[in-house]
């Protein structure tokens, strides 16, 4: 490797300085925090499942990986795109701010609660999320908190 490879002249040595400026601004590190944000929900994710594989029979994962995929389906149905409804209004809201994070929260709450009680209701709880069984009542805690998680 030659030495004058940090050399002011050199291409990458250039590319180091800028962009240690620019990965130092907030919008970098908010991205940063958000990237490892992921990455650890991901190994968290991982170990769950690899230790799942090691307890459980490949048909309790099967069924725990469907129960998971049809709670975080209803959740992100009952949401009703308020995400981006936050995004929109927020600057708009003003000093109303709090109230209209309230109602958002609020309406997420009350979509989850119907939609629970539709599911329960018309009986469709075992195709939606399958293995529930006589344990609806566990069922509305989960979408809701999916609904406002998610």
Same mark, same amino acid.
């Given at each position: 490797?030659?030495? @004058?490879?940090?050399? +002011?002249?050199?291409?990458?040595?250039?590319?180091?300085?800028?962009?240690?400026?620019?990965?130092?601004? @907030?919008?970098?590190?908010?991205?940063?925090?958000?990237?490892?944000?992921?990455?650890?929900?991901?190994?968290?994710?991982?170990?769950?499942?690899?230790? !799942?594989? /090691?307890?459980?029979?490949?048909?309790?994962?099967?069924?725990?990986?469907?129960?998971? &995929?049809?709670?975080?389906?209803?959740?992100?149905? &009952?949401?009703?795109?308020?995400?981006?409804?936050?995004? +929109?209004?927020?600057?708009?809201?003003? /000093?109303?701010? /709090?109230?209209?994070?309230?109602?958002?929260?609020?309406?997420?709450?009350?979509?989850?609660? !119907?939609?629970?009680?539709?599911?329960?209701?018309?009986?469709?709880?075992?195709?939606?999320?399958?293995?529930?069984?006589? /344990?609806?009542?566990?069922?509305?805690? !989960?979408?809701?908190? &999916?609904?406002?998680?998610?």
């Amino acid at each position: 490797m030659p030495k @004058d490879i940090f050399h +002011r002249n050199n291409i990458f040595s250039s590319v180091l300085v800028m962009g240690g400026k620019y990965f130092s601004s @907030d919008v970098f590190s908010h991205g940063y925090v958000l990237a490892s944000s992921q990455i650890i929900s991901a190994l968290i994710g991982l170990f769950y499942w690899a230790v !799942a594989a /090691r307890l459980l029979t490949s048909y309790e994962i099967g069924v725990a990986s469907t129960q998971i &995929s049809g709670i975080l389906l209803l959740g992100m149905v &009952s949401e009703l795109g308020i995400k981006a409804a936050l995004t +929109r209004y927020m600057l708009e809201s003003g /000093r109303s701010f /709090r109230g209209f994070i309230l109602i958002c929260y609020g309406l997420n709450v009350a979509a989850g609660i !119907a939609i629970c009680g539709f599911v329960v209701a018309t009986g469709l709880v075992d195709s939606a999320v399958p293995g529930v069984g006589d /344990r609806t009542f566990l069922l509305l805690p !989960a979408i809701v908190c &999916s609904t406002i998680f998610y």
